[in-house]
């Protein structure tokens, strides 16, 4: 990659953690409802705790979640006005958790370290490169899991999204991440599914749920 290149990259992810910041800070109280995603849950319950890597943490609750069920839990959010409240949340939790504030397309975390790489709701830009994309995949360890959960958006979920200032499309798609796990992945679930557990006076919108292995 020029220098150039990653200096825009630098200068994009300032400009998200910038945007993130002023979305958390819009309120004076937390952003979402301090449980963890219904379908993490549903997918993970079973699995023996290792290591874990929750990209996009937000304010903590789905690393707490794990955390308190055994796995050795790393949290990263582009916001640090988020990541500090997952800090403050883990505390009464007795939660044990790494957190880190920073872009988790440009964080070089260690290859092939994680059992279980959870990707909620993802907001990864395009922008970023799909080499960067592989390079946080490439944490999973063989046998480890990667679960991605996204939000099946129709035309209308979408033009609302772009009167907000977000474009879906600028963003990788789950048929984006499903093109580049390539040959390193057994994909063992891409399917439609109702949401679990959804936020109160939340409008229903579907999961699209990639679940894949690392051979």
């Known amino acids: ?38 379908r993490l849950v549903s997918e993970v319950a079973d ?19 794990l955390a308190r069920r055994g796995w050795t839990v790393t949290g990263i959010d582009i916001s640090e006005v988020a990541v500090r409240r997952a800090r403050e949340a883990a ?7 790494e957190w880190l504030s920073g872009d988790a397309l440009q964080t070089p975390f260690p290859v092939r370290s994680f059992d279980l790489v959870s990707l909620q709701y993802p907001a990864l830009p395009k922008a970023a490169g799909e080499a960067a994309v592989r390079t946080l995949l490439d944490a999973v360890r063989p046998g480890g899991l990667l679960l991605a959960v996204y939000h099946d958006l129709d035309d209308e979920h979408r033009e609302h999204m772009k009167s907000r200032g977000v474009d879906p499309a600028d963003y990788v798609g789950v048929d984006d991440l499903g093109r580049l796990l390539g040959n390193d992945f057994t994909v063992e679930r891409h ?16 999961d699209v749920v990639l679940r894949a292995r690392r051979r």
């Open 1 to 38: 990659m020029h220098e150039h290149e990653r200096g825009e990259q630098r200068f994009e992810a300032s400009a998200q953690a910038v945007e993130w910041d002023a979305r958390y800070s819009e309120r004076d109280g937390a952003m979402w409802s301090g449980r963890p995603n219904g």
């Open 47 to 65: 699995l023996a705790p290792g290591r874990a890597l929750d990209v996009g943490c937000g304010e903590g609750a789905d690393a707490i979640w």
């Open 91 to 97: 505390e009464p939790a007795s939660a044990m958790v």
């Open 191 to 206: 399917a439609l599914e109702s949401r679990t557990d959804p936020p109160p006076g939340t409008k229903p919108i579907a």
